[in-house]
T-cell receptor, first 117, second 112 residues
Framework: GAVVSQHPSWVICKSGTSVKIECRSL??????MFWYRQFPKQSLMLMAT?????????EQGVEKDKFLINHASLTLSTLTVTSAHPEDSSFYIC?????????????FGEGSRLTVL | GESVGLHLPTLSVQEGDNSIINCAYS??????FIWYKQESGKGPQFIID?????DKRQGQRVTVLLNKTVKHLSLQIAATQPGDSAVYFC???????????FGSGTRLQVQP
């Protein structure tokens, strides 16, 4: 089946710095990828929809200037958490759908755990 | 906004028993539903899905039931095993939106 890979799987950074998380579709091209955030013991919350070659669509309450999304190719979307603060510590998960599969199944990466000190 | 929710935050069962995890959804426009399993520190893993034109779908040891009248979704796991211990999320979407909305999750604990 389709595989979505995230990197890094975990990262620790100092408050005020920026962190970039990559999401790659390994064996398919994805014009759209989705970024989710999950706080401990909570559900996944959609942050934004990443669109290849155009601006991302952000969910209500998500600061687009703080969470920069770039989808420069059909296999790579990046999420940059700018000027990170401890409250940004979370599990960030990306997902993508293989357009060649008729099921519409959404494939998820393994997640990136961000800890901001 | 509309949301997907669960009744039970934690479900504890004995190994070998059947498990039933329930989910209520409120978006009447949703036409595609999925159950995911999430183990600690990992991303969600697809279990089974169902479209709104069906009311039941079976997989290996798992069955999903959809009741559109009351907007209810359930996941049945037969002969629950210790490896089934995880958090289970239901998720829903409508074809036009494509993104998934997740429920709050149920932790399944399988007692040996």
């Amino acid at each position: 089946g389709a595989v979505v890979s995230q990197h890094p799987s975990w990262v620790i950074c100092k408050s005020g710095t920026s962190v970039k998380i990559e999401c790659r579709s390994l064996d398919f091209q994805a014009t759209t990828m989705f970024w989710y955030r999950q706080f401990p013991k909570q559900s996944l919350m959609l942050m934004a929809t990443s669109n290849e070659g155009s601006k991302a669509t952000y969910e209500q309450g998500v600061e687009k200037d703080k969470f920069l999304i770039n989808h420069a190719s059909l296999t790579l979307s990046t999420l940059t958490v700018t000027s990170a603060h401890p409250e940004d510590s979370s599990f960030y998960i990306c997902s993508a759908r293989d357009p060649s599969e008729g099921t519409g199944e959404l494939f998820f990466g393994e997640g990136s755990r961000l800890t901001v000190l | 906004g509309e949301s997907v929710g669960l009744h039970l935050p934690t479900l504890s069962v004995q190994e070998g028993d059947n498990s039933i995890i329930n989910c209520a959804y409120s978006n009447s426009a949703s036409d595609y539903f999925i159950w995911y399993k999430q183990e600690s520190g990992k991303g969600p893993q697809f279990i089974i899905d169902i479209r709104s034109n069906m009311d039941k779908r079976q997989g290996q040891r798992v069955t999903v039931l959809l009741n559109k009248t009351v907007k209810h979704l359930s996941l049945q796991i037969a002969a629950t095993q210790p490896g089934d211990s995880a958090v289970y999320f239901c998720a829903e979407t409508d074809t036009g939106r494509r993104a998934l909305t997740f429920g709050s999750g149920t932790r399944l604990q399988v007692q040996p």
